[in-house]
């Protein structure tokens, strides 16, 4: 086995999370009586470059040909979008001759907001069902998987452009140096690359293993980002620090030579060495916070059951299907969940094979305890499921560690 970025040989083992099917590989009816294909699901840290990975078994076109994740479903999510557009149209100056390309750019989420700010923009976006989604609301969109081909061709007929983002898709990329390069490639000598991705600190620091799945082929510190974006001659100029997805990463990268580099970055890189993760060593407590969630959760569920109490879930997001399937709940423990999500009303999870229901079967059904499974999305679930009280029920987040959530009366989660 070779490091994706380095070649190198030197991977090691830092959490072995068993053998699951895809997460976003939702279930119809029927197919819970056909063959399930599920792929060894192992985290591993090159010692020589530091990307943290898995490796490449699914191919992009199996996953993303039908996505099941239509961006729009999360308020919270469209509101950080508009955020950051409006931020980046004024700091960027960008006008009616500009041009904003979104990589993975779903359903028109984002670029919406640029639709609405009169600035010209183009999304790629490789599943066909939610770039027509996106179409709907008048977001141009070309469906594809953006390479360097792909990149070129834009090129030719757009142009290039002036801020290209690419927000939760530099993980999903197995190809990583093809696609940095189609990065630069769609990107004006002077212009602006964004990134959003979820930062490997979080991942390790509050135990975030449910972040790891087969459609996230890496995970990265600053340090291997610089060293990944590099390889198509970018520079990161400046980074935040996120709290969506639980701890992100923004980076702001440019062509090499353009700009000078923020001190912003000296000092996350600072943060990172702190935590250990400037080294092979730093991730090995991984495991054992892996494990404390599943027993904690597992013991908890099986005092549910003993006692007689319901416990659905809420949310069906690609995390929940790792924490599931790692912790082998199926529908004795969890005897359904529930999603905002249409396409994955009537179908079921994947592996744990768990029905998947409207968000108002839970107000008819009353179960006893609620499983928030999106538990990046704490504070707006709280806000959102404060009326579960009114029948006696108990909201319970599983991560980081499994914890209840606390209602305020005000409306307001804390
Ligand atoms: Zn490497």
Known sequence: MHCRLCDSVRLVSVLDLGATPPCEKF????????????YPLHLRICQDCLLLQIPALITPD?????????????????????????????????????????????????LQHAVAAGIPCLGIEPSVNVGAAA????????????????????????????????????????????????????????????????HALNLVRHGQFDTVYHEHFQYYTLLSAQYALATGGLTVVDVELLPTHGGSLRLWVRPDGVAQPSPRIARVLAIEAQAGLHTADGYSGLRSRAEVVRHDLLRYLLACRAGGKRVAGYGAP???????????????????????????????????????????????DRPDVVLALPWNLEAELTSQLRHIRDWGAHLVFPMPTLHPAVFTDSGDAR
Do not use: M
Request: aromatic letters at 10%; charged letters at 25%.
């Open 62 to 110: 199996e996953t993303f040909t039908e996505y099941a994740y239509f961006a729009s479903y999360s308020d919270s999510w469209v509101r950080h979008a508009k955020t950051f557009v409006d931020h980046a149209v004024t700091q960027l100056d960008l006008d009616a001759q500009s041009l904003l390309v979104e990589v993975a750019s779903n359903d028109g989420y984002l």
């Open 27 to 38: 279930l119809t009816e029927i197919e819970l009586d056909e063959p399930e294909t599920t």
């Open 318 to 364: 690609g995390k929940g299907n790792t924490l599931l399937n790692y912790c082998g709940i199926r529908p004795d423990l969890l005897s359904y969940t529930v999603d905002r999500n249409p396409y994955k009303q009537g179908r079921y999870t994947p592996g744990t094979r768990i029905p998947i229901h409207p968000p108002e079967h839970l107000d008819a």
């Open 135 to 198: 179409r709907e609301r008048g977001v141009p969109t070309t469906t594809g998987f953006l390479d360097e081909e792909l990149a070129a061709k834009i090129r030719a007929e757009y142009g290039p452009a002036d801020l290209v983002v690419a927000n939760n898709v530099y993980a999903h990329v197995p190809d990583l140096i093809g696609f940095t390069r189609a990065l630069r490639e769609l990107l004006a000598d002077d212009g602006w690359l964004t990134i959003e991705v979820h």
